[in-house]
T-cell receptor, first 108, second 112 residues
Framework: QKEVEQDPGPLSVPEGAIVSLNCTYSNSAFQYFMWYRQYSRKGPELLMYTYSSGNKEDGRFTAQVDKSSKYISLFIRDSQPSDSATYLC????????FGQGTRLTINP | DADVTQTPRNRITKTGKRIMLECSQT?????MYWYRQDPGLGLRLIYY???????NKGEISDGYSVSRQAQAKFSLSLESAIPNQTALYFC???????????FGPGTRLLVL
């Protein structure tokens, strides 16, 4: 079992929809949780990170961590075609562990 | 200019050949990483280095070796390439005490 599990999708939604991306993890030692965005033929770039449980909002993006259920979420409001990318969740304890990535397409 | 650069960006090689992928960074970070990315498997750590004299194996180091020539340079070698090493390879850096890793643009490797 991978330490961080993520549904690889693909996920396709219409423009303007609310997108929910989710991951689960198994290691209770993880303290920091991140979301990376990767455009086609590019390296991953950090989108957001949170420490421990709670929510963090940045514009149209909200990251949520529930340590009691070991669940990580990313919500995208008013989704745009430019949000089309692969989204990778990651968790940090003594090392950074990535989920498999979810390929998201926003259709105009 | 990009903070983390990788060369080459694309490479086709044959089974049994030795190849080297190079990574350079201008971020001044001491920590550097090599990952490979495969469809459905996400990013997996090959090797990492906390400084020039510190090299550590990741979860999938077999068949690979690395060299940290300087704080800013970290190279990955495939001594004898095999087809299942066909993948997208990424270099990343991290500052001490920081949680964020910064990735290069990747090298797409095809082993025939």
């Amino acid at each position: 079992q991978k330490e961080v599990e993520q549904d690889p999708g693909p996920l396709s939604v219409p423009e303007g929809a609310i997108v929910s991306l989710n991951c689960t993890y198994s290691n209770s030692a993880f303290q920091y949780f991140m979301w990376y965005r990767q455009y086609s033929r590019k390296g991953p770039e950090l989108l957001m990170y949170t420490y421990s449980s709670g929510n963090k909002e940045d514009g149209r993006f909200t990251a949520q961590v529930d340590k009691s259920s070991k669940y990580i979420s990313l919500f995208i409001r008013d989704s745009q075609p430019s949000d089309s990318a692969t989204y990778l969740c990651a968790a940090w304890g003594q090392k950074l562990v990535f989920g498999q990535g979810t390929r998201l397409t926003i259709n105009p | 200019d990009a903070d983390v650069t990788q060369t080459p960006r694309n490479r086709i090689t044959k089974t049994g050949k030795r190849i080297m992928l190079e990574c350079s960074q201008t971020k001044g970070h001491d920590r550097m990483y090599w990952y490979r990315q495969d469809p459905g498997l996400g990013l997996r750590l090959i090797y990492y280095s906390f400084d020039v004299k510190d090299i550590n194996k990741g979860e999938i180091s077999d068949g690979y070796s690395v060299s940290r020539q300087a704080q800013a340079k970290f190279s990955l070698s495939l001594e004898s390439a095999i087809p299942n090493q066909t993948a997208l390879y990424f270099c990343a850096t991290r500052a001490p005490g920081g949680e964020t890793q910064y990735f290069g643009p990747g090298t797409r490797l095809l082993v025939l």
